[in-house]
């Protein structure tokens, strides 16, 4: 059970929700306006909050293994879709905003509550 943990902890690091939250307004002004990034900061904040309060929920319905998968599925798929849209796609800063959303949706169902039960 320790290993889990461990193990999990390290993913929640690895995931670069940390990276993506710190520097957020910074990521957002490359794509967009000023005006524009602080929206989109504000809105990805709430979306965290909104996401994890209904996982909550959802960990008793679902069961942690299947969230995990799920979140973590979702996680990869938008890190390395982010990476491809931005290294081959010339015009590609509307999908890049999505995917960052994504990528939080799928921390907050999996990787952030989830984790925090295991530690417990």
């Known amino acids: 059970m320790f290993l889990m943990g461990l193990v999990l902890a390290f993913a929640n690091q690895f995931s670069g929700i940390n990276a993506i939250i710190y520097y957020a307004k910074q990521i957002f002004e490359h794509i967009s306006d000023s005006q524009k990034a602080l929206e ?3 809105y990805m904040g709430l979306l965290q909050v909104v996401v994890t309060f209904f996982s909550g929920f ?3 319905k679902y069961g942690r293994r299947s969230l995990m ?16 849209c931005d290294a081959f ?9 999505k995917l960052i959303f994504l990528h939080v949706v799928g921390f907050s169902l999996s990787l952030g509550p989830v984790s925090m039960i295991y530690a417990a």
Do not use: K
């Not at 796609?89 to 905003?97: V, Y």
């Open 89 to 97: 796609l010339s015009n590609s800063d509307g999908l890049i905003t």
């Open 40 to 42: 989109y900061t504000y």
């Open 58 to 60: 959802m960990i008793n």
């Open 69 to 84: 998968l799920i979140g973590s599925s979702i996680v990869c798929f938008s890190l390395i879709s982010a990476f491809f």
